[in-house]
């Protein structure tokens, strides 16, 4: 989920607000070692039930990935009366996060919105999350009065268009989003994100030349963004282990109609996409990519099948996925799932392990 940046921490006012706020500067630098530090420090203070220990415990836990602790300790905290807009915000967001059913994230923020002397920057927050709650159960119309319930001030914010268009194509209206998305880059160029989101519903409008053109730029900013990954140059052998990995755990897992359309194109494996492939329209943020001609609709109404040239490996999108080896086959699985579905129009189409 994403939110308006525009929202400020509540400034310190004694001790014990300047030991959390230095643990939650700590947790937006992942640097949990001095989160952790300052935790402690706060429940030698003040205890561990304090709102605003409860808030850091829950911010820490969550970026350790204890959805279920993390949202437990940030549940105690909007219980225990909060007075501080972010915590019902976080705990709004990490209920969301981790529970497919939105109603405990929507009362919280439901909750949020009915305290007095709720300021109106943290009512719009409230309401962007809420749009997004809406928009995930594909309930358009309460979305859009979501949207429509920010101030006006922010109303320019990249942020609230980029909701917004993915609010209005989901109900149909990609003009109208593709005009908010327009706007939304305008107003940050250098967001790769937006660009993302741009280039897909240029795909689906059908304007192939200016989708690629957005993708492109996607591609200049992520690699700007990957110089500093620190990854290796890819090695030979590295390149060879990762074919052989594609080919061993995830080619057999492919339904054998559908492997007979990839069975005799080359498999290559790169760091990431080149710009003339991007340029023919291979997805730059595609772990495992496909090269050639997707499937389209005809004037007619039938399915004109896709031609596949080549399948491309992306090792550091690969990289940027996983946490362990464990994650690799996973990774490799969904993102293969993802391309077969959209280059061939198989919507239903699920691999042999299910």
Known sequence: MTRIPFRARVPAMDSVDAVVDRGLTAVEEEDLERALEALDEAQRLVGENHVRVLHLAGLIAWSEGRLENAAGYLQQAVDAGAEQAEIYLDCAECL?????????AEAVLRSLLSREGADEEAKDQAHLLLAQLRLEDDDVDDALDELDAISDARKSDPVYLSTRAMVLAAGGRDEEAA?????????????????????LLRELRG?????????????????IDGEESGYTPLSEKEREALRARFEEDILTEVPDAVLARMATVPILVQ???????????????????????????????????GTLRGIIIMRDLLLDEVDSEDDLVP????????????????????????
Do not use: C, K
């Not at 939304?184 to 660009?195: F, G, K, M, Y």
């Not at 304007?207 to 690699?223: I, P, T």
């Open 207 to 223: 304007e192939e030349a200016a989708a690629r053109a957005s993708m492109l730029r996607v591609l200049e900013l992520d690699v």
């Open 179 to 199: 005009g908010a998305l327009e706007r939304a880059v305008e107003l940050e160029p250098d967001d790769a994100d937006l660009h993302y989101q741009l280039a």
């Open 96 to 104: 969301a996060t981790s529970d497919q059913d939105h109603g405990e």
């Open 271 to 305: 760091r990431r996409a080149t710009r003339e492939q991007v340029a023919e329209g291979v997805n730059p943020r595609a772990p495992i990519a496909f090269h050639g001609e997707p499937a389209r609709e005809l004037a007619d109404g039938s399915l004109q099948d």
């Open 331 to 354: 990774v490799m699985m969904l993102s293969l799932l993802e391309e077969l579905r959209a280059f061939f129009r198989l919507d239903d189409l699920q691999m042999a392990s299910g």
